[in-house]
């Protein structure tokens, strides 16, 4: 049966929030059973800051059609004013002052950030989802992707993870679960994708790993699992090939390696649902993720407006 395209941008987006919030409750119960039994228990699932800028980015998509970096920002302002500063992380208090008190552009505030280098942390590719999705078909995808990323990440390994993971993404769109998938030729693609040889020679390391069948304990101990994006997503990808078919296994076995929980789980959770569909995640912890009506309704407006 094919998946539609509806339910694959539902997938992702729900996946990739829910991961989250899953995976920040994993910091907390790190045992298998006993996160599960939590969650379970939860009445409500709440995400993090880098799902309150995922929403962000997809509304500002919707809105413009395009990502635009100056404007993004301005959109991650306004959610900023509405939520509570930790939502956001700890620098985007000084991003915004830097912006509003010396008339700047986020991506120069960005780079004072950061000792004019920019950051490579894997925040901009945890929130990259929409751009993904939306962009799946376009020629421009890793301009999509690197405007997305400026706005608080402008060194060239942080704009390459976000992009190469939206390639990732964009790619998942398109498989068919129900057809064979060679997980080295999807590797091979995103090799070719990236811009960086670092991010090139972790994606290579992913295929030695998957060849010889390494076990994600070991894969994070070769990989890495900091909260730099040419440790983490090239994880969370191994993680996902590691289990393609389940998006429980899949998730479940990422969050559990320690490291950022959160941004395993967001990431894993997006590419796993953008491959199996909504289907695929539980109703019952879809249900209760904070603000899941939201999000469902941004998810299929993408897939409806999608070039």
């Not at 301005?74 to 509405?82: I, S, T």
């Not at 649902?273 to 539980?282: K, M, R, V």
Request: proline content about 4%.
């Amino acid at each position: 049966m094919t998946i539609s395209i509806e339910s694959k941008f539902l997938g992702a987006m729900l996946g990739a929030a829910l991961g989250d919030a899953v995976g920040a409750l994993a910091a907390r119960y790190p045992d298998k059973e006993t996160l599960i039994r939590h969650v379970d228990a939860s009445s409500c699932l709440n995400y993090t800051a880098d799902t309150v800028m995922a929403v962000a980015l997809a509304e500002h998509i919707l809105d413009k059609r395009d990502v635009n970096t100056q404007g993004l920002g301005d959109k991650f302002l306004e959610h900023f004013r509405d939520k509570p500063w930790e939502r956001q992380g700890a620098k985007a208090p000084q991003l915004y002052t830097i912006v509003k008190q010396e008339r700047v552009g986020y991506i120069y505030a960005a780079r004072r950030l950061f000792g004019g280098e920019g950051s490579f942390g894997n925040g901009a590719a945890m929130r990259v989802t929409p751009v993904g999705l939306f962009f799946h078909r376009s020629p421009g995808l890793y301009a999509k992707a690197q405007a997305s990323a400026e706005v608080t990440h402008t060194h060239p390994v942080g704009i390459d993870g976000a992009a190469v993971f939206a390639r990732a993404l964009a790619m998942m769109v398109d498989a068919n679960p129900q057809r064979p998938f060679s997980p080295h030729a999807f590797v091979e693609d995103l090799i070719g994708f990236a811009r960086t040889d670092v991010i090139k020679r972790q994606l290579a390391l992913v295929v030695e790993l998957l060849e010889k069948q390494t076990d994600p304990e070991e894969a994070a101990r070769q990989i890495g699992n900091r909260v730099i994006v040419q440790e983490s997503m090239p994880l969370a990808l191994f993680c996902f090939l590691h289990f393609p078919r389940s998006y429980l296994e899949c998730l479940l076995d990422s969050i559990l390696l320690g490291g950022k929980r959160q941004a395993m789980g967001a990431m894993v959770g997006a590419v796993s649902g953008a491959y199996l569909g909504l289907e695929s995640i539980s109703e019952v912890w879809r249900n209760k993720l904070e603000d899941n009506l939201h999000i469902e309704t941004l998810a299929r407006e993408l897939a409806a407006r999608a070039p």
